[in-house]
């Protein structure tokens, strides 16, 4: 007798232990707010649970004394961590342009504040100066920073080194790609002035030999952009700055009649995917509204980053995300093109969700409701009536930005 009840008290004892180091399930719980995930068709209010560093459950009302800490999201949006697949990162002290120069920003300061937790920089490293970004930038910033590597050698460091044919090697940009696959997600093409395939040749070339798209900034040739997606690019391949509208460029939306060319959504259906690059020079409402009306909406929500766009009518990720709103579209839409829709471009499925597993970069969003005005690069003037603003961002699991400081650990409150 006395040794059952020793039993049935030292079970007890390991039964309220076990429960002990269970009560704490979760790191951080985020709770009540409106979860957007187009990956797993979430758009309602959930709870977002996470523990070492992943994604632990999304459900309704998952009990708070699971978690160390809380997060309270009510009235706020719940989205993966915003994917900015057009950006310039590769800063740096010397006269080289967006690739180790002044132009480009060092990715944290601009990034997590606005929920962006993975970013491509666009083509400002080449195969030759891949690995200077490599150590200067990448290893060492928090945001997930990846690369569309330039197929110039030297990459963009402005001209004559754009324009050199000559340092547009293919088989060493593949090369030095597919060695560091964890890094590059593709290949970009930019900025070329003369009227030559010759260069979006190369560039294709690099992305067949690695397997991997390519990312067009279609340069002053005046070359006709329906050639270029029905000639030259493959499914999957991507066309950036769409909405642009200079003399330089081929426009998507007819100039005279003010109507989208009609090879546009064609040129979609069959794969090419079109991305905002909103820039210093590359985002015009004449283009865009008429584009939009006509349902010709962007696929991907690239900034275009850099010190010429961040103090202009760009400013971040966000705002570009609001601009879009002001539009028209709905706010499931712009999420989705910045999360799930970039992460299937660039490859990188594993990003861009909420599923249970996933890394836990988290972007928590309010949506303030006014009268807010918004620039294109032509200083032409869009009103919108929501505008996004970042509450707190989460990478692998860490809160990294909290606006409002709505994360609060319920052993230490006082
Ligand atoms: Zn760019």
């Not at 209010?45 to 699971?66: C, F, H, P, R, T």
């Not at 493959?234 to 909405?243: E, K, L, N, Q, S």
């Amino acid at each position: 007798m006395r040794r059952i009840s020793y039993l049935l008290l030292s079970g007890l004892i390991m039964l309220t232990q076990f429960a002990q180091a269970q009560t704490k399930t979760y790191s951080i719980l985020i709770k009540g707010g409106h979860v957007i995930d187009a990956r797993n068709n979430i758009n309602e209010i959930m709870d977002v649970a996470i523990q070492s560093g992943k994604i632990a459950a999304v459900a309704k009302n998952i009990d708070a004394s699971l978690a160390s800490q809380i997060v309270d999201a009510k009235g706020m949006y719940v989205t993966p961590g915003l994917i900015d697949l057009h950006a310039h990162l590769f800063a740096g002290t010397d006269d080289r342009g967006l690739s180790g120069g002044f132009s480009a920003l060092a990715p944290d300061p601009y990034t997590l504040r606005a929920g962006v937790t993975t970013v491509v920089d666009c083509g400002g490293a080449g195969w030759a100066s891949f690995d200077k970004f490599k150590s200067t930038i990448i290893d060492k910033s928090r945001t997930r920073v990846l690369s569309f590597l330039n197929i110039v050698g030297d990459g963009m460091r402005g001209d004559p080194y754009e324009q050199d044919i000559s340092d547009m090697d293919a088989k060493k940009t593949a090369e030095k790609a597919l060695a560091n696959k964890d890094i590059v997600v593709g290949f970009k093409l930019a900025h070329f002035a003369a009227a030559s395939w010759v260069p979006v040749e190369k560039v294709v070339a690099a992305g067949k030999l690695a397997d991997m798209p390519v990312i067009i900034d279609f340069g002053a040739g005046k070359l006709p952009i329906e050639d270029l997606f029905f000639k030259y690019l493959r499914p999957g391949d991507i066309f950036t700055h769409v909405y642009t509208e200079l003399e330089i460029r081929d426009p998507v939306v007819d100039l005279k009649t003010r109507k989208l060319r009609p090879f546009l959504i064609p040129a979609q259906k069959r794969g090419i995917i079109f991305d905002v690059g909103f820039g210093g020079g590359s985002f015009n409402f004449n283009q865009a509204i008429p584009a939009i009306k006509a349902g010709f909406l962007p696929n991907t929500m690239g900034t275009d980053l850099h010190t010429g766009s961040m103090n202009g009518a760009m400013k971040d990720q966000l705002n570009v995300l609001s601009i879009f709103l002001s539009m028209g579209m709905d706010i499931p839409s712009v999420i989705s093109r910045s999360t799930w829709a970039p992460a299937q471009a660039i490859k990188r499925e594993e990003l861009g969700h909420l599923s249970v597993g996933a890394g836990a970069d988290v972007a928590i969003l309010s949506v303030r409701d006014g009268k807010f005005g918004f620039r294109d690069i032509a200083g032409n003037r869009n009103e919108g009536k929501q505008k996004f603003e970042c509450e707190m961002t989460l990478r692998a699991g860490r809160i990294v930005y909290d606006l409002n400081a709505i994360a609060s650990n319920p052993e230490k409150s006082r």
